[in-house]
């Protein structure tokens, strides 16, 4: 199975500032049919998962374009260039690249 | 718009079968490049993928459970099924269904079932 494998866990960061997640993966995630299935996932408290950022960099609909993912074959980055109220939650990244689907352990964001 | 409401008693005994059903609104389950995907989060824990059906009936379970797992679907409800059997306290989660569209990723889920295993 693929691991994807976030740091940090934890990340306190004030308001208005950025904010950096990180997710290394145990092996590349380059499909067979040329993309990359590495996805972003946003928790909020006491909601489900939602959908942030597709195909490493590709922006969900809603989504607010202060969310920006990068990273190629096993390194990816989500960053949050100022960091609202809104955004507090527990950040996944995750692959769909090769079954078994996996998650990373989460990265909370929590306002300083 | 989409929605998918996961329904299923809350307690389960340990050794017995839990049984999830996920309903789908404002979609066909049997529309091309959907897949039909249960994932679990124990309390204060990550995620864990559990499986999934797709759009012309392929399912795929995670090796971790396959032993356990059941995933079936009702055409004719729009609706997707989950059966996990002999159930420990290691089960006790939020189950969510959820669609995972091919090329995308997980772009829908449901609010998620909180399902306890307790004598």
């Known amino acids: 199975d693929v691991v994807l494998t976030q740091t940090p866990l934890s990340s306190p960061v004030s308001l208005g500032q950025p904010a950096s997640i990180s997710c290394k993966s145990s092996?590349?995630?380059?499909?067979?049919?040329?993309?990359?299935?590495l996805n972003w996932l946003q928790q909020r408290p006491g909601q489900p998962p939602r959908l942030l950022i597709y195909?490493?960099?590709n922006r969900f609909s809603g989504v607010p374009d202060r969310f920006t993912g990068s990273g190629a074959g096993t390194d990816f980055t989500l960053k949050i260039s100022r960091v609202e109220a809104e955004d507090v939650g527990v950040y996944y990244c995750?692959?769909?690249?090769?079954?078994?689907?996996?998650f990373g352990q989460g990265t909370k964001l929590e306002i300083k | 718009q989409l929605q998918l409401q996961e329904s299923g008693p809350g307690l389960v005994k340990p050794s017995e079968t839990l049984s999830l059903t996920c309903t789908v609104s404002g979609a066909s389950i049997s529309t091309t490049n959907y897949y039909w995907d249960w994932i679990r989060q124990p309390p204060v824990k990550g995620l864990e993928w559990i499986g999934r059906?797709?759009?012309?009936?392929?399912?795929y379970y995670n090796p971790s459970l396959k032993s356990r797992v059941t995933i079936s679907a009702d055409t004719s409800k729009n609706q997707f099924s989950l059966m996990l059997s002999s159930v420990t306290a290691a089960d006790t989660a939020v189950y969510y269904c959820?669609?995972?569209?091919?090329?995308?990723?997980?772009?829908?889920w449901g609010q998620g079932n909180l399902v306890s295993v307790s004598s």
């Open positions: 995750t692959q769909a690249s090769q079954l078994p689907y996996t």
């Open positions: 059906i797709s759009y012309s009936g392929t399912i």
């Open positions: 092996q590349s995630l380059l499909h067979s049919d040329g993309n990359t299935y």
């Open positions: 195909k490493i960099s």
């Open positions: 959820a669609r995972l569209v091919g090329g995308l990723g997980f772009d829908y």
